[in-house]
């Protein structure tokens, strides 16, 4: 637990930096992460943010001090604003699909939609021009050349897959692989200079590792996000353990971030987002070999002792 709160507070500076940084110039300008880091790339930064947003979101509820929640809170609306402002698309698809589980898994929906209604109105009015153009891009796609090379290195890596059944291999968008598979290689060249990337994480693993490597990776995240869910159903009302029901919440929507942002990103193998997921196993671990147990009972230890007199 100290290990993930430890990275929701470094990428949550770093969002608070960049909102900071947004707010003084006006959002003209994209917000880039820390040079000569994984998260350098404003689509990378995006990506951290909105897979960290969930975890800083639900840290409040772990907390009895009024001001560690109105510091979580500041920090989440911080790093909402980062989201939007790195410019990538995939972060904003990603913020909305994050935005509305948070919402519809609360306790109070209501009062959560309304302030998450409020915040979109304030930041639609806030933004700039640029940014609205950048975001349309989405919806015409066929004159965007960004969106033209991410549809032909789909199609790609579906072409490549088919050819070999257990994929390329790691790092095969090459330029002599994307001449034997690309159903379109000069529009490579003329957009990229010749190679590309898959440009989502389905389709990297695709070209990766074939449609069986597409599988197991989809069914691994897929058992844990069930599994995490469970973990929400059972210590959810226990309330010496509901950390654990938190935590597994916050986790299962940071899975969904990942995967609605990652949808446009070559970030299949991206290290914050395992690092999430080894913590959502760490809590399956946890559970299964039984050590909530021991906690349960030296909470009722501790209630007893304090009960007792002299």
């Known amino acids: 637990l100290i290990f993930m709160l430890g990275i929701v507070f470094f990428i949550g500076l770093v969002g608070i930096k960049g909102a900071i940084f947004g707010v003084a110039t006006g959002g003209q300008y994209t917000v880039w992460g820390p040079p000569e880091t994984f998260l350098e790339d404003n689509n990378d930064l995006g990506l951290a943010l909105i897979i960290i947003l969930p975890l800083s979101f639900y840290i409040k509820d772990l907390f009895k001090k009024k001001w560690v ?3 979580s809170l500041g920090m989440t609306f911080s790093i909402m604003m980062s989201a939007a402002l790195t410019y990538s698309r995939g972060a904003l698809l990603g913020l909305i699909a994050v935005a509305f589980f948070i ?8 009062v959560i939609g309304f302030v998450t209604v409020c915040i979109i109105a304030v930041g639609i009015n806030f933004l700039p021009d640029s940014w609205f153009d950048r975001m349309n891009s989405i919806k015409s796609y066929e004159e965007d050349r960004s969106a ?3 549809i032909n290195s789909w199609l790609t890596a579906i072409s490549l897959a088919k050819a070999k059944p257990l994929g390329g291999g790691f790092d095969c968008f090459t330029i002599e692989m994307y001449e034997l598979y690309s159903p379109n290689p000069e529009l490579g060249k003329r957009l ?4 590309s990337t898959a440009h989502s994480i389905y389709f990297e693993v695709l070209a990766y590792h074939g449609f069986g490597g597409l599988f197991l990776y989809l069914l691994s995240i ?12 059972t210590f959810k009302k226990i309330p010496e353990l509901e950390w654990i029901s938190i935590m597994s919440r916050a986790c299962m929507i940071s899975i969904i971030g990942f995967l609605v942002s990652g949808a446009f990103l070559s970030r299949g193998f991206f290290d914050l987002f395992w690092a999430v997921y080894a913590f959502g196993a760490c809590l399956l671990s946890y559970v299964n070999s ?20 002299g």
């Open 290 to 309: 039984g050590g909530w147990m021991n906690e349960l009972q030296n909470e009722e230890n501790d209630a007893n002792e304090a009960l007792q007199p």
């Open 222 to 233: 897929g058992l844990l996000y069930l599994s995490l869910g469970k973990l929400v159903r």
């Open 69 to 71: 929640k109105i510091a």
């Open 148 to 150: 033209q090379m991410r």
């Open 192 to 195: 990229s200079g010749g190679a």
């Open 103 to 110: 919402v519809i898994r609360s306790k109070h929906k209501i």
